[in-house]
């Protein structure tokens, strides 16, 4: 059985940096698309950062310069380093795969499996 599992959220200030992790089980990350998406209350979920098996990557205008989706193939562990953070970066942030794509994409609707979601709170 696939799962994601995210780690690594939490408080901080404006300004501040954190690092999501997402450790995959009975899924090989490496292969497909992967993901990072967010949600806060009363808004959709958005496409952050997405990473395609040969490394590309494409990034949702906002977080341009201040996100960076990685991936170590040896751990199976997807990341999203997070620096300069803005309040309006507050949200549930969950990763995922997109099962029949090797391209980075935004688009939830074609993301397969998805993770239990880890809180980023930014205060300013």
């Known amino acids: 059985q696939v799962q994601l599992v995210e780690s690594g959220g939490g408080s901080v200030q404006a300004g501040g940096s954190l690092r999501l992790s997402c450790g995959a089980s009975?899924?090989?990350?490496?292969?497909?698309?992967m993901g990072w998406f967010r949600q806060s209350p009363g808004k959709e979920r958005e496409g952050v950062a997405s990473?395609?098996?040969?490394?590309?990557?494409r990034y949702t205008d906002s977080v341009k310069g201040r996100f960076t989706i990685s991936r170590d193939n040896a751990k199976n562990t997807l990341y999203l380093q997070m620096d300069s953070l803005k309040p309006e970066d507050t949200a549930i942030y969950f990763c995922?795969?997109?099962?029949?794509?090797?391209?980075?994409?935004?688009?939830?609707?074609?993301?397969?499996?998805w993770g239990q979601g880890t809180q980023v709170t930014v205060s300013a």
């Open positions: 995922a795969a997109a099962h029949y794509y090797v391209d980075p994409n935004l688009e939830a609707h074609l993301y397969n499996y």
């Open positions: 990473i395609g098996s040969a490394g590309t990557t």
């Open positions: 009975e899924y090989t990350i490496s292969v497909h698309s």
